[in-house]
Structure formats: structure tokens, C-alpha cells
């Protein structure tokens, strides 16, 4: 049991080390779509989570082209913020009914809708992207030479980052920062997808536990994860067991197809925001804490296309400066990374407690279980997810 220890950090909202635990049934809420808004307080400078990255500020936005950006939806909204109004969680209790990504189904087929974003020209050189909604994301952007940059933020002036366009033209997306009145800077990315292939949402019979609830959300195109940067050999070792552990499924002898995770090294990468580029990012010199007891050990930034029911983009985030996560990746493999690279798959959290308080499915993706290695259940929920287990393709 590595109850103390254990710092595995959601998708959609912070977990920290908990000095106690204590733990009951998980409460459904509201599912987090993704046009919500998932916001985090990194207490520290945020721009250090693209440092050493090559970013791109030349705008892809040409007038004559923007037709080819209305009809889409808001794919992915991610803050992360200098300073943190928000107290501390005391207990299990208050970090699993925080993170819990169980819902209804009729709450996650409304966090599904989809909105028709398209720009319109406000005044002479000057263009807004919005969906018409109120309250809803608005960017401002001013048009020279026939090519749109971004400006503004819901009127707020901005500082662009990084311009990122999908390969096939289906996603885009825009990193900037922006100074706040009490939070300090943050640094934002915003990605939107094309409606054009609307399909179902498809509901897991076994009730497995993923990013949206029971809904299947899933890579469609190949899954291509690379570790960005510069690592230490004990480094590399870790990062290549943890992703070696998602392929040790004992099923998959019974199966005939697959589902390839392509892996690689490169120290040349895009910012997190990039959507042609999944990495693993280990963050150095830098510690999201929200006390000395209570900090983000890791987390993972997906893009969802809400009309096909898939991933336009995952990058995972570990903060290696905290000395339980560091110690991880000299031992072997990391659960924090096994646990992330777990929601870049698609898997949400398992908390789910049987009438003894006991987990009811034993997974990595829990957070006070002590579990710390993958289960069945967790190979069980990727088979669910994508019908065959997952399979090393070659190196990219």
C-alpha cells in the first residue's frame, strides 16, 4: 500500500497527496464535456510548462479561408493560473467527489451539444470567432495582410503563444497568455473541431469508468505518443516500463486485432496545446503545489471532437521535482504516468466503493484504493473502449 505516497493526478481536475485516508461511494454529477472549462492553479510562473518547446506565432488564418473554421465546436478549454483562490481538500472524500467522472447519461449527452463557431467580421480589419451564445468563448482577432492574429479574449487583450492546425485541417487550436486581476497570469489554450462527422454516443454495458462517464470517447486516428525532451537514462527507463505496462494484458492472446500506441523519444517538440504532437512532458524546476502537503504530482490536457466522439489531441504532464514522484521514476515505472497515460487512452476515474467501503473495481485509476500497478479491470476498460487490446506499433 502506497497510500501516502500516491500522487496520480486527473484529467479534468487536480489530486493531491492526502496525509489520511478515508474514502465512500462516489457521487455522480454533472459530467465536465468538453467545451467545459478546466482550470488550474499552478502557484508559479505558468509559461514554464512551454519552456524549451518551439512555438509557432505566425498565424494559418487567411481571409479567404476562414469558411473552412465555421460549423465548429469548442474541443478543449484549459487554464492553468499563477495563484489559487481555492483551499485545500482535507480528505479522500473531498479529492474523489471533486474528480469523480461518473454522470447520468442524459448529463453527458447534453455536455455533448455542439455549437457552430464561425468568424464575423465586427468592424473594418477586425474579426471575432464566437457561436452566438451568451457567456459563451469569444477570440478576438485583427486582420494584416490578409491573414487574422489573435487579440483579444472575451475583450481582454492577450499575448499569442502558439497557432496549431490538424494536419487534415479538422482542429485548431491557439495558446496564450493573459494577466488576471486576483489569479495573476495565465496561460490558456483553446481548440476547436469540425462537425462535419457527427457520430453516436456509444455507452460501455459494463459500466467501466472513462473520461466522460460511461461514454465512449476513444482515438480513432493512430495513437502516436512521443516523451518530449531531455531525460536522464534512469529517466528513460521509467518512462518506457510505464508504457510498456499498458501492453501487458493477458487477454490478448484471445484476440485477433489491435489497437497500436506508436512511442518514441524526441527532444524537439510543439507546446501541450500542439495537435499534431502528443507528448510526455517531465516538468523540472517547477512544483504545482497548493501546500506543503498537498501538490500535483501529474495530469493530462485532452482535446475531444464532441460530433465524432473522439480525441483530437492528449499531452501528459509530470512533475518531477516532488520527491515521492521523482523516487518513481528511479524505482521502475511511474504510477503517476501509468495512471496518465491511462486518461490519454481514455480512461476517467475509478471510485466507485462496494456497502464495505472497499473498492468495487481495483484500479489504477482510483486514488485511494493502493493500487499501484494496472489491473484487470483497467486492461478489461481498454479492451471495452477500443475492442482489442493495446499493441506496440513501430517507433514513429
Request: hydrophobic share 40%; charged share 20%.
Amino acid at each position: 500500500m502506497h497510500l501516502n505516497k500516491i500522487a496520480l493526478i486527473p484529467t479534468l481536475l487536480s489530486l493531491f497527496i492526502l496525509p489520511a485516508c478515508g474514502s465512500k461511494k462516489s457521487k455522480k454529477r454533472d459530467v465536465a464535456g468538453p467545451t467545459a472549462k478546466v482550470e488550474y492553479f499552478v502557484h508559479g510562473n505558468p509559461t514554464i510548462l512551454i519552456q524549451g518547446s518551439t512555438q509557432n506565432k505566425t498565424s494559418f488564418l487567411k481571409v479567404e479561408e476562414l469558411d473552412r473554421y465555421k460549423n465548429f465546436t469548442l474541443s478543449g478549454f484549459t487554464a492553468f493560473v499563477e495563484r489559487s483562490p481555492k483551499d485545500t481538500p482535507k480528505n479522500w472524500d473531498d479529492v474523489e467527489d471533486e474528480n469523480s467522472t461518473e454522470s447520468e447519461e442524459d448529463a453527458i449527452r447534453k455536455a455533448f451539444e455542439l455549437n457552430d463557431f464561425q468568424f464575423v467580421e465586427t468592424q473594418a480589419g477586425k474579426w471575432s470567432y464566437q457561436d452566438g451564445q451568451a457567456d459563451s468563448v469569444e477570440l478576438g482577432f485583427v486582420e494584416k495582410d490578409g491573414v487574422l492574429n489573435l487579440a483579444t479574449f472575451k475583450n481582454f487583450p492577450v499575448q499569442i503563444q502558439h497557432y496549431s492546425l490538424k494536419d487534415d485541417g479538422t482542429a485548431f487550436s491557439v495558446l496564450f497568455t493573459i494577466p488576471t486581476q486576483s489569479e495573476g497570469l495565465a496561460l490558456v489554450s483553446l481548440s476547436f473541431a469540425s462537425n462535419a462527422d457527427v457520430q453516436p454516443l456509444v455507452f460501455a454495458p459494463e459500466n467501466y469508468s472513462y473520461l466522460f462517464g460511461s461514454a465512449k470517447v476513444s482515438w480513432k486516428q493512430p495513437m502516436k505518443l512521443q516523451a518530449c525532451g531531455k531525460f536522464s537514462p534512469f529517466e528513460q527507463a521509467s518512462i518506457e516500463a510505464s508504457i510498456k505496462a499498458w501492453f501487458q494484458d493477458k487477454e490478448v492472446a484471445n484476440f485477433t486485432s489491435s489497437q497500436p500506441l506508436a512511442f518514441s523519444f524526441t527532444e524537439t517538440y510543439a507546446p501541450f496545446s500542439d495537435l499534431n504532437q502528443q507528448c510526455i512532458h517531465l516538468v523540472r524546476n517547477f512544483k504545482a503545489e497548493s501546500s506543503d502537503d498537498f501538490y500535483i504530482a501529474g495530469l493530462a490536457v485532452p482535446s475531444v471532437n464532441a460530433a465524432s466522439k473522439s480525441f483530437v489531441d492528449s499531452d501528459v504532464f509530470v512533475f518531477v521535482d516532488h520527491f515521492e514522484v521523482r523516487s518513481e521514476l528511479i524505482a521502475g515505472d511511474s504510477e503517476t504516468l501509468i495512471h496518465e497515460i491511462g486518461h490519454y487512452l481514455g480512461l476517467g476515474h475509478e471510485f466507485r466503493k462496494d456497502e464495505n467501503e472497499q473498492a468495487l473495481h481495483p484500479s489504477i485509476m482510483g486514488y485511494s484504493q493502493g493500487i499501484s500497478s494496472i489491473s484487470e479491470w483497467d486492461f478489461a476498460a481498454v479492451r471495452g473502449l477500443y475492442g482489442a487490446p493495446l499493441q506496440p506499433a513501430p517507433e514513429l
